[in-house]
């Protein structure tokens, strides 16, 4: 059958279980398809922003709540789980915010307020700027909108303000099972590029129009393969998907394909009319199939190119022809 990894997150966050998260992870390995329950009423900043970040880095979930197993008859050969509701308040909000996907059920409670230090002394408000200055960066890199910090710095440090789930949705607090697709214009070694970025269910995923220097134009994908990696190098159809599938061009022939750790990466040149009909196409991704008839797929679906559209536009105005 397979086995479910989780972890719950419960109690207060005190100094150093940041160190201790760490070295839970490192031992246990979890599979970045692993989900961090969280009931807590919140504890010290620092230690939560750096389990945040331990947690985005090892491309963890969250979630509020305690999972538990449900002995209704322990003979049974599968012991069903239950997510019990639980609280995320405080500090604990910001170990929350590291989730790559970050989902919000019934029940839950999300709770923020101004963090301060109790009994404060003058040495005290320095370093209170220094603190809030690394929240404000962490929840700057976690993609969440800034106004959650207004919302945050508004309640006072003795009181505490529910946020609810449409609130959270829209403060990109809350991402449930997709990501937005985030377009980025990067530029390494001679190569630039226009990066889409999306979370999701089936792994964190890339697709890049690049130019390189002496090579021209190029499709790049990287897919976090989650065990799969036999399958995408190795089933003989690729194809690149553009306009929500109404375009498909099969690559399969010209395609380069490369484990790397954890991830596949497919890379295909491209010549100028192909790249300019990625720049102007509304969604592109990639599929490895093990043949025209197979109704699923491995790859990335098409990712939206609404937040990208100016950057992929420009990038191929400026590049095309050459």
Known sequence: MGGFYYINAFGRIEPGDDVKFQKLLTGASPPS?????????????ESAIN???AIRAWRLSTEIGTYVLHHEDVSAPIIRRNLLPGNCMSAATLLYLGGRLRHFHDGAQFGVHQFSYKNPSPEHVGQSQILSAKIAGYVADMGVSPDFLEISSSTPSNDLKLIDKDTLSRLGVTTGGITDVRWTVQARSGVLYVRGERDSMFGHHKVMLVYAKGSGFLFHAVIEAQGRQTELTEFPLVELVLDHEATVWDISQRALRVVNGDDVNIIVKLDDTEARMIASSSSFGVRVRASGEAPVFLGISPMDTDGGKEQLETFYSVLGGH
């Open 33 to 45: 398809v692993t989900c961090i329950y969280i009931n807590s009423i919140g504890g010290d900043v």
């Open 51 to 53: 389990i945040g970040r």
